[in-house]
């Protein structure tokens, strides 16, 4: 079955301009996370959706990025007035119903963005 | 709060040898779940394995094992006749019980390159 997908693969953009990630969670799956590797920092989490809501949205690195999630499925990841240190792969995941830590997310292949 | 460390950032061996990712982690929950992931070069992120904080059996799938330690705090991954293959950053992570959002933490994650 399909996999997580995400657009557009690789983005590159100048500096001061908003961007906007895309995530298609695997279908059925009610939980969906975002996630940003980077050289400096490693994996780290930044938020994620249990349907259409977000009850934890501390790991958003600034007031510059949001994310939103409709239907249930697809969500997108905003990042506005962007900076170099933004420059990153975002990862999108997503698992089955939200048990106590027990199910494992699976990841789509990631949106490499670079801020010139 | 959570922590994984993956102290091996590179290793280096030639293909049939075995070799030991070593994983430790720090959490204050009695209950929390493991997981190792695979990253090739290719960038998505594979699930290997899941392992809850009350099982501390090892597994073993094909040239895979695994072996928790809760007295260690570590959860280690072997691959044993290794292959040109298994070349890829390998990721383990730690979810905790009381996090609502199951989110992962993940250690640095450690690059494995496998010479034939």
């Known amino acids: 079955g399909a996999g997580v997908s995400q657009s557009p693969s690789n983005k590159v953009t100048e500096k001061g301009k908003d961007v906007e990630l895309r995530c298609d969670p695997i279908?059925?799956?009610?939980?969906l996370y975002w996630y940003r590797q980077s050289l400096g920092q490693g994996l780290e989490f930044l938020i994620y959706f249990q349907g259409n809501s977000a009850p934890d949205k501390s790991g958003l690195p600034s007031d510059r990025f949001s994310a939103e999630r409709t239907g249930g499925s697809v969500s997108t990841l905003t990042i506005q007035r962007t900076q170099q240190e933004d420059s990153a792969v975002y990862l999108c995941?997503?698992?089955?119903?939200?048990?106590?830590?027990?199910?494992?997310?699976?990841f789509g292949p990631g949106t490499r963005l670079t801020v010139l | 709060a959570q922590k994984v460390t993956q102290a091996q950032t590179e290793i280096s061996v030639v293909e049939k040898e075995d070799v030991t990712l070593d994983c430790v982690y720090e959490t204050r929950d009695t209950t929390y779940y493991l997981f190792w992931y695979k990253q090739p070069p290719s960038g998505e992120l594979v699930f290997l394995i899941r392992r809850n904080s009350f099982d501390e059996q090892n597994e073993i799938s094909g040239r895979y094992s695994w072996n928790f330690q809760k007295s260690t705090s570590s959860f280690n991954f072997t691959i044993t006749a290794s292959q040109v293959v298994d070349s890829a950053v390998y990721f383990c992570a730690l979810s905790e019980n009381n996090n609502a959002g199951n989110m992962l933490t993940f250690g640095g994650g450690t690059r494995l390159m496998v010479k034939p």
């Open positions: 279908s059925g799956h009610t939980a």
């Open positions: 995941a997503s698992s089955s119903v939200l048990t106590s830590g027990s199910n494992e997310q699976f």
